[in-house]
């Protein structure tokens, strides 16, 4: 059996050597994970919760050993690590707790042609559901897809990536502690073609998260067996702020959002659009605050290194086309990757066709453009193929809702940063390249399940509408009662 190694990327020292899963291991999960759906279905809501629960717990418990662990296989700071895990165990909770209310059974109305029927609908499991993660938030973000799943009341056979496969071991141990009974979470290990072997294994649905390109070929392997996908893609994101907001904290807030866990963030800001009045005073803040954001391998260290080994080289490249195309760094600049590690850079006057405006960097580079007015922020910040994640900063609230709903992203957070990731009852996902599919709150239970539409007849009509027996005259009686409650204007 062929192996691979998880490697700390500060120090190179070997983590942990998981198996390579082939075909076969998949399809065996996957048959395995069949049968406790059933019983998992089987427990109801208020069996799943109990465990979920004790999950949550298991995880509580361990936050401190599972933060370091992440800390060991990913290179970023505990406290960062902390974070996430607590992040996490609030959506663990949210899903537990709400998936009764949301997917429970319920009448709706059946209206004038289905007068005599009862109608309802329920969100049943869809069996199992293949989730397939990033290393970049290895527990936030596909226990986003996984709490959810597992409260619809769906099996889940979980593939991390190669670079935090330590991390999803770790997270899959603490479920089988506190749901002992029925492997209704499981691990697969391995590289791309693991993965690849999940999206084809019959899984009921596949939850991706990681970049736009491994997206486009994932959903080109459920296309094979017309397994449904949900696409947690890259982004791009772009913060705006208007000359009346609060300058010095929207900086703290966007070099928070650019260079925090080395700008490894799908909903990490990679450009600010800035109104020309505050223009100066928000960069000379950014300047000020990189000083104090130092890169490197000790606990005191703000950020650690780039997680994956070849990600330096595409921030270096992103770097040299920002100042190819005409751009200026003001903090950093080439000099700042050395890899692991990637000091924060800030690149100003960076043409917006610039690859360096246009691709998703994941590292720790921000652009910032001067612009004239709001208007030209949003269309600027528009303009790209993804739509994943928004910051809109003014001190007028009207103002910034009546901006945020001109972006063109799913998520948008006002004078915060990155916020709506922390309120578990938000969906979350994104539009364009950035994917499709919600994770998160009500809607993120609902796409891990299938409506159920019931419309049961109550007593039979006079006038059988479905039915060879039924006469013109009939379907005249009814135009004319049809015409009655619809034929006003109001
Ligand atoms: P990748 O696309 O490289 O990998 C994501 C996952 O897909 C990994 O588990 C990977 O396995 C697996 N994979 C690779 N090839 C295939 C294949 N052919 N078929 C099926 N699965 C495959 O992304 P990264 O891990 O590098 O994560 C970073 C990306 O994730 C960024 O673009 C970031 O924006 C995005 N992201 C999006 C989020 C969102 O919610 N929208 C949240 C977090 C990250 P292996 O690692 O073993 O190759």
Redesign the pocket.
């Known amino acids: 059996m062929s192996t691979f190694d998880s490697l700390n990327p500060a120090t190179g020292a070997v983590v942990a050597t998981f198996p390579v899963d082939d075909d076969g291991a998949v399809a065996a999960a996957v048959d395995r994970a069949r049968e406790a759906a059933a019983w998992w279905d089987g427990l109801g809501f208020d069996g799943r919760l109990r465990r979920l629960l004790a999950f949550k717990h298991a995880v509580v418990a361990g936050l401190d050993e599972l933060a370091r662990l992440m800390r060991e296989e990913t290179g970023k700071p505990v406290d960062d690590s902390r974070l996430e895990v607590m992040a996490a165990v609030e959506h663990i909770d949210w899903a537990a707790r709400n998936a009764q209310r949301v997917l429970r059974k319920r009448s709706v109305r059946p209206g004038v042609l289905g007068a005599n029927l009862a109608a309802s609908v329920e969100y049943q499991p869809l069996g199992v559901v293949g989730v397939?993660?990033?290393?970049?938030?290895p527990v936030f973000?596909p226990m986003g897809s996984i709490a959810y799943a597992l409260a619809a009341g769906n099996a889940v056979v979980f593939?991390?990536?190669?670079?935090s496969t330590a991390v999803g071991s770790w997270l899959v141990e603490a479920f089988h502690r506190a749901v002992p009974e029925l492997p209704v979470l499981q691990l697969v290990t391995?590289?791309?073609a693991t993965?690849?072997a999940l999206?084809r294994s019959g899984v009921s649905k596949l939850a991706?998260?990681?970049?736009?390109?491994?997206g486009k070929?994932?959903m080109a392997?459920c296309a094979e067996t017309l397994t449904p996908v949900v696409i947690?893609?890259?982004?791009k994101d772009a913060a705006i702020i208007a000359a009346d907001a609060d300058v010095r904290a929207a900086a703290q807030d966007v070099a928070f959002g650019a260079w925090g866990n080395a700008g490894q963030t799908?909903i990490g800001m990679e450009r600010a659009y800035v109104e020309a009045p505050v223009y100066d005073e928000f960069v000379a803040e950014l300047r000020r605050i990189a000083g104090t954001v130092t890169a490197g391998p000790g606990d005191a260290d703000r950020i650690g290194p780039l997680t994956?080994p070849s990600q330096p080289s595409t921030v270096l490249r992103h770097i040299q086309a920002a100042l190819a195309d005409g751009g200026r760094a003001v903090a950093g600049g080439e000099e700042s990757v050395a890899p692991p590690f990637v000091k924060p850079v800030i690149l100003l006057d960076v043409p917006e066709d610039s690859e360096a405006v246009r691709e998703?960097t994941?590292g720790p580079t921000l652009t910032v453009t001067r612009v004239g007015s709001v208007a030209e922020a949003v269309e600027k910040s528009n303009a790209g193929v993804y739509g994943?994640g928004s910051a809109v900063y003014s001190r007028d609230l009207g103002k910034a809702g009546a901006i945020a709903r001109r972006v063109r992203a799913g998520m948008t957070s006002i004078n915060s940063v990155m916020s709506f990731a922390l309120v578990p009852a938000l969906p979350?996902g994104?539009t364009g390249d950035?994917?499709f599919g919600r994770i998160h709150g009500a809607d993120g239970l609902r796409e891990f399940a299938r409506p159920h539409s019931v419309a049961r007849q109550r007593f039979p009509l006079p006038v059988p509408v479905l039915s060879f027996r039924r006469e013109a005259w009939q379907v005249r009686l009814m135009g004319r009662l049809v015409t009655l409650v619809h034929g006003r204007r109001r």
Do not use: D, H, Q, R
Not at 132 to 137: A, D, L, M, T, V
Not at 208 to 214: C, E, L, Q, R, V
Not at 232 to 235: D, H, I, M, P, V
């Open positions: 397939i993660g990033p290393w970049n938030y973000t593939k991390p990536s190669e670079y391995g590289l791309g993965g690849s999206c991706f998260t990681g970049s736009t390109a491994t070929k994932v392997a947690e893609a890259g982004g799908c994956m998703e994941f994943l979350f994104g950035s994917g």
